[in-house]
């Protein structure tokens, strides 16, 4: 069995920072949609640019890796704001 | 031939080692299969709005209680409720309901300021906040906290009299509870000047409120569980991804599986944290 993903660590630790700063600021704004909409388009953003840099890092990035990051920021994104509107 | 279900969840050599769930073109049918359920949601409240609805019990003395608690802290004196306010804040309730909007300013132009004016209280200063969709008290004046402008309201020196307005009615066919909240002082010079940086209002009803009770599902909760279905069902089949990539070894081309995982968390827990209510 393989090992779980640590090799890139900081890159995970970074990744669980900006989630969670997400959440706190979510639960900071409850109450003012608006400053909650731009918090979740911020974390979908970092997190497709966190993907494509980590995988540039890893000399794995392709064009299909990229789409997949795309899609999964916008289905969240997606999801959140349906829930807001 | 893998079983279908294996197919959608579990990375298999029929699906390219990766679950189809998880495929572009499945993560754009989802995207598609979300906005329709929650254009029917939304159609749904609009043809019947009976059959979703949000009310909510706020007594507005509490609603002042604990404004006045927040000056308190912040060593500001505590505000009177004022029979007159309170029955502006209650006219700016109505008229909302009555001309189907959501905002300080009328459709047709009418200041919050004029609604404070025709119950004859003559004011120096005036400012109002709004919040809408909101259980309880406490949640309300804590939103109104969070936000820089509506706090500046709560906190202003200059006021001494509050109002305070909660009724319930339909908005845009949702049913829904609205608070207003006034805030004044009275005239003690000629010139009648309305805060030019008060931008929020906030009702809260003089006589006995009306006990409101929980009449129906609402549209938020609906739009709360149809989202984190989506949700759960991508963080199951990443999960099957994971354990099935680190189980068997399988190399492929792929997105990083943990880092969706963190992702989808974050926002599961974003989805349960959101509160309902919403302020102005």
Redesign the interface.
Known sequence: MKKLPLKNIFDYILLTGLVSAAILLILFYNGNKNYQEFTIIGLSLLYIVWGIIHHARENRLQARIILEYVLFGLLGCVLVIGLLK | MAHPFVNLFAPHPHNNHKAKILW?QS??I??GL??MG?SFIDMTVGLQPGVLGYASQIDPDKVIELTNQEREKAGLPGLQTNSELNQAALAKAADMFENNYWAHISPTGTEPWSFITQSGYQYQHAGENL?RD?SNPQ??V???M??PTHKKNLLDNRYRDIGVAVMDGTLNGVETTLVVQMFGTTQTTVARIASSNITNTAYAQEEAPNPVVEVGLSP?DL??V??LA??IL?LLALSLDWIF???Y?IVR????T???L??????V???I???Q???L
């Open positions: 572009p993560i754009v989802l995207i979300f906005i929650r919040a909101f949640d309300v804590k939103a109104w969070a936000s938020m739009s709360r149809w989202s989506f949700v991508i990539v680190l189980r070894n081309i792929s997105g990083d943990w880092a969706h963190t992702y989808f968390a974050g926002l827990i974003i989805l944290i959101i509160r209510g919403i302020v």
